[in-house]
Nanobody, 121 residues
Framework: QVQLVESGGGLVQAGGSLRLSCAAS????????MGWYLQGPGNERDLVAS???????DYGDSVKGRFTISRDNAKNTVYLEMNTVKAEDTAVYYC???????????????WGQGTQVTVSS
């Protein structure tokens, strides 16, 4: 199995900053993509940011220039630096990884339990 432990969510004032972390553990051969998605009430999950093992990043349009994704491959951990947050950033943020559990196995997707981020205006 694979476990994803998220941390760093909470309440923050508009214009402030927050840092999310997600550590993957368990039977893992390699992690290709790591990322974050958000889901507001009644909405689908939307991409916030993703990062490949080589460091290539992709961002949702609403967070470009404000959020920064990074990863520590030695720790199997992905981070999301959230700056200049807005009320519309309020959502549950889910960690997402694409993992090969064994050398011979295909990639599988895993999701964290989600961490609530609430931005007060």
């Amino acid at each position: 199995q694979v476990q994803l432990v998220e941390s760093g969510g909470g309440l923050v004032q508009a214009g402030g900053s927050l840092r999310l972390s997600c550590a993957a553990s368990g039977t893992i051969f390699s992690i290709n993509v790591m990322g974050w998605y958000l889901q507001g009430p009644g909405n689908e999950r939307d991409l916030v940011a993703s990062i490949s093992r080589s460091g290539k990043t992709d961002y949702g349009d609403s967070v470009k220039g404000r959020f920064t994704i990074s990863r520590d491959n030695a720790k199997n951990t992905v981070y999301l630096e959230m700056n200049t947050v807005k009320a519309e950033d309020t959502a549950v943020y889910y960690c997402y990884v694409k993992i090969k559990r064994f050398f011979y196995s295909p990639e599988t997707e895993w999701w964290g339990q989600g961490t609530q981020v609430t931005v007060s205006s």
